[in-house]
């Protein structure tokens, strides 16, 4: 019996590491990919703010839509 809610609350835990995960990546790629249009394109800092606002907008959906799942 506790083997198996030991392994039921290992499995909770990861799914929230990995929500929590795929909410920081997306909005350091996003700032990442807008840093770097920034400096290709020369209109410092509006495609990073661009990049910070979507990055979040798009990892605040995915960390609500992981953390939603129920198992």
Do not use: H
Request: contains cysteine; neutral net charge.
């Amino acid at each position: 019996m506790a083997q198996s809610s030991n392994e039921d609350e290992n499995r909770k835990s990861g799914f929230a590491y990995a929500a929590a995960l795929t909410l920081f990546a997306s909005v350091v790629s996003f700032c990442g990919l807008g840093y770097l249009l920034d400096r290709w394109f020369g209109t410092q800092p509006w495609l990073l703010v661009g990049g910070i606002v979507l990055g979040s907008a798009v990892g605040l959906y995915e960390f609500v839509r992981l953390s939603s799942k129920t198992y």
